[in-house]
């Protein structure tokens, strides 16, 4: 029992289940780029993997607002007509959007997709499940503080990793450089980093 | 998919009686491609010419084609230089052999779904289907593969290639 990394993930490579995904996962999964980076292939067969060994797929709405958001700078960059990067990551803030939000928001069907298709893939067959239900959620939060100290975390990392200590198996990120670090000898966990 | 609303627009933006700002959603990357798929090669060239004469040439599947392909005898030089001549020449002929390629060029991911070979690079390189097909559920695996890749990021590719979609 602890908190333990896996670097990087083979196809057929066995994944504990339930497996907690985060919001990058769901967006290299759902967002198609021209060239197609090495993320976005490895993110899809990690995504074969789990539904072929039938692993139950955990998010949560926290994961699903950061994909939106992520997915608003790709339609952003399509609207703008350049290319996502790192440093135009960083210069889209709440202010750019708003001065594009007409103009991106007529792709507002694209932003619905991420959740359409893991509901896509829940109807034929994959177990997919939003957590924390009910009282859960006070724990989830209550811990978030003490992961943040513990783990040197900021809240959003800190509330991914309570989500997935508080029901989970297995955390999917690609997060690296903030998780590379999570390590516990009294939890269970592990940790799959996709570099 | 293809509509009388959608002919009518095209009509309309003809004679100048629609805006630019609403044709943008019915500009090539729905209209021309609606048509691609539905394999009226005609009335594709006819919509990306809609665009085209909007002066958002951007938005016209030869723009994108060349944009994505630059390898092909398409090249941005040549469809400037035919600017001026929109009724006709050799811009309409390139179109014309342009779709013509493309309707054809369509890649069978299983029976009944096909996309267009771009759209296969951008949603499925590097994946290995024929391993996640023989490992899933059928039914599973066809919503997999409809899911992956199904948010157009940058490089954009023209909706709704799908030949034959669910």
Known sequence: MAIVQKWGHQIGDRIDSPAYVDANFLVYYAVGSHEASSFQIMTRNVMGDLLAQGVTILTSLVTVEEAWWATLHELYCRHIWQPPSPVAQCRFNRDVAKRHFQEIMQHKDDLKKIVDGLRELRDKGADIRFIPEGEKSFEVCQNVPDHMHKYNLLSADALHLSLALSEATTLITFDVDDFQSVLDPSKDLTIILLP | ?166
């Open chain 2, 1 to 166: 998919m293809v509509t009388k609303e959608y002919e009518a627009t095209i009509s309309d933006s003809q004679s100048g009686a629609v805006p630019i700002e609403e044709l943008w959603e019915y500009g090539a990357r729905i209209g021309a491609a609606n048509f691609i798929a539905a394999g009226q090669q005609e009335a594709a060239i006819q919509a990306d010419f809609a665009v085209y004469q909007t002066g958002d040439e951007k938005r016209t599947v030869l723009w994108i084609e060349v944009k994505e392909r630059p390898g092909l005898a398409y090249p941005e030089l040549r469809f400037r230089q035919s600017k001026s001549s929109l009724t006709g020449g050799s811009v309409v002929e390139e179109l014309r052999q342009l779709l013509r390629y493309r309707i054809q060029d369509q890649v069978e991911v299983y029976p009944g779904y096909s996309v267009s070979s771009i759209e296969y690079e951008r949603r499925f390189k590097g994946v290995n289907l024929d391993h996640f097909r023989k490992v899933m559920p059928p039914e599973l695996f066809k919503a997999y593969v409809q899911t992956m890749g199904s948010i157009e990021g940058w490089g954009i590719e023209p909706k709704h290639l799908y030949k034959g979609k669910d």
